[in-house]
C-alpha cells in the first residue's frame, strides 16, 4: 500500500499570502495519478486538482499543483478567506489512498 | 446538477448489520463507477469500497472485506453498503463518491469528482 504523508500538519497564514502544501508518497505514483480535495467543516470534499496539475470544474486558477513520482504540492497562489479548510492527497495509482490531511489556519 | 444523497447511517450495537443507501441524480447513473469513503470522527479519510458501472467489479479496502457488501441498481439510481458484524472502529460518516470512469479495478483507480454530505454510522452497545 502507498502511504502518503502531508505536511505540515498545520499552517497558519493570512489572507492575501501564498500557501505551500506538500504530500510525500513511500513508493513512486504512477502516471501523477495523485488528486487534492479540500474539506470544510460540515462538508463533504471537493475535488481540486487531478492528475497532479489539472483542475477540476470550478476550481479557481490560484490553486495550483505539481510534482511526480513521490513529491507533488498543492500551491494556493494568494489565500481568500474561504480558502482556510483542510487539504487532502490522494493517490490512485495503486488502490487508492488518502494522505492524513493539512489544515489550513487563519494566522 | 449532481447530487448524491446518502441515507441508512445510525446507532447500531456491535455484531449488528446496517445498510446504507445512496440516491443518485442528475448524471447518467450507469455510465460511472461508485465509491464508498469513510471519516472517523477528527480523522482523515479512508476508501471502503467500489463497484463498476454494471456490478460486474467490485473491490473492498482489507479492514471491511468480508463483512461489507457493495452492490448497485441502476434501475433506481442507487448504490449500497450492507454492513455486517460491524465494530467501534467502523464509526464513521460514510460518503458515496462517483467515479469518473465507468470502471473499477483493484490494482488502479481513479479520483471521486462528486461526494455526497455523507450519513453518520456509529458502533456502540
Known amino acids: 500500500e502507498i502511504v502518503l504523508t502531508q505536511s505540515p500538519g498545520t499552517l497558519s497564514l493570512s489572507p492575501g499570502e501564498r500557501a505551500t502544501l506538500s504530500c510525500r508518497a513511500s513508493q513512486s505514483v504512477s502516471s501523477s495519478y495523485l488528486a487534492w480535495y479540500q474539506q470544510k467543516p460540515g462538508q463533504a470534499p471537493r475535488l481540486l486538482i487531478y492528475?497532479?496539475?489539472s483542475r477540476a470544474t470550478g476550481i479557481p486558477d490560484r490553486f495550483s499543483g505539481s510534482g511526480s513520482g513521490t513529491d507533488f504540492t498543492l500551491t494556493i497562489s494568494r489565500l481568500e478567506p474561504e480558502d482556510f479548510a483542510v487539504y487532502y492527497c490522494?493517490?490512485?495509482?495503486?488502490?487508492?489512498?488518502f494522505g492524513q490531511g493539512t489544515k489550513l489556519e487563519i494566522k | 446538477e449532481v447530487q448524491l444523497v446518502e441515507s441508512g447511517g445510525g446507532l447500531v450495537q456491535p455484531g449488528r448489520s446496517l445498510r446504507l443507501s445512496c440516491a443518485a441524480s442528475g448524471f447518467t447513473f450507469d455510465d460511472y463507477a461508485m465509491h464508498w469513503v469513510r471519516q472517523a470522527p477528527g480523522k482523515g479519510l479512508e476508501w471502503v469500497s467500489g463497484?463498476?458501472?454494471?456490478?460486474?467489479?467490485?473491490g473492498y479496502a482489507d479492514s471491511v472485506k468480508g463483512r461489507f457488501i457493495i452492490s448497485r441498481d441502476n434501475a433506481k439510481n442507487s448504490l449500497y453498503l450492507q454492513m455486517n458484524s460491524l465494530r467501534a472502529e467502523d464509526t464513521a460518516l460514510y460518503y458515496c463518491a462517483k467515479d469518473p470512469t465507468p470502471n473499477y479495478y483493484d490494482s488502479s483507480g481513479y479520483y471521486f469528482d462528486y461526494w455526497g454530505q455523507g450519513t453518520l454510522v456509529t458502533v456502540s452497545s
Open positions: 490522494q493517490q490512485y495509482g495503486s488502490s487508492r489512498t
Open positions: 463497484v463498476s458501472w454494471n456490478g460486474g467489479n467490485i
Open positions: 492528475g497532479a496539475s
